[in-house]
């Protein structure tokens, strides 16, 4: 049978693991959260906030998703894509700096990347210190463009799309919408840079 998104997100969301307990905790977190943010400020309670949160978690859902298949310490699939960088990056540098420092001390890059993209969900979805990261997020989106610029099969504008996507969280952070970073305006006086 051939796959469809509706199908995709069931399977998703039902395989008996691990990660998929710690999706549903972040998914009711995020509502939690949500709940709490609507209570602390009651114009969050408009349709423009409830979409922006909307599309803040799915964008942190793919991050997370993404970070799936890079669970130490299995880096099987991001040894593969990275020797696709050494071959197709845009900048001749960047595929030197992953074939002769990344992918020798994969032991050692391995966990950073899936680290850095956990992190990027769990922000995203809870809505924490989304601006910072939302700039994680558009380095690593940046990174995967301009490395797999030119792969086959790989269609550049999905990363440029992503590097905006990122960039637009970056510049008005979507936490501010139903996310933790209300809470942390609210209770803490956190630095809207930061927030």
């Not at 700039?135 to 440029?160: D, H, I």
Request: hydrophobic residues 55%; glycine residues 8%.
């Amino acid at each position: 049978m051939r796959p469809n998104p509706v199908q995709d997100v069931l399977t998703f969301l039902s395989v008996s693991a691990w990660t998929t307990a710690v999706f549903w905790l972040l998914l009711a977190g995020s509502i939690v959260v949500a709940a709490a943010a609507s209570r602390a400020d009651a114009t969050q309670c408009s349709s423009r906030h409830i979409g922006i949160w909307l599309i803040r978690f799915v964008v942190g859902a793919m991050w997370w998703q993404q970070s799936l298949w890079k669970i130490p310490p299995n880096y099987d699939g991001l040894i593969y894509w990275m020797k696709q960088m050494t071959e197709h990056a845009s900048i001749s540098l960047q595929g030197r700096l992953v074939q002769d420092l990344v992918l020798p001390n994969i032991r050692l890059f391995g966990p950073l990347v899936y680290g850095v993209e956990v992190t990027i969900g769990v922000s995203l979805m809870l809505g924490l210190l989304t601006r910072l990261g939302a700039v994680f997020g558009l380095l690593m989106a940046l990174n995967l463009w301009l490395g797999l610029y030119s792969a086959p099969g790989e269609w550049p504008w999905t990363y440029a799309f992503l590097v905006i996507l990122q960039l637009l969280f970056a510049i008005d952070p979507p936490g501010r919408s139903l996310g933790a970073d209300v809470l942390l305006c609210h209770r803490y006086r956190v630095s809207p840079l930061l927030a």
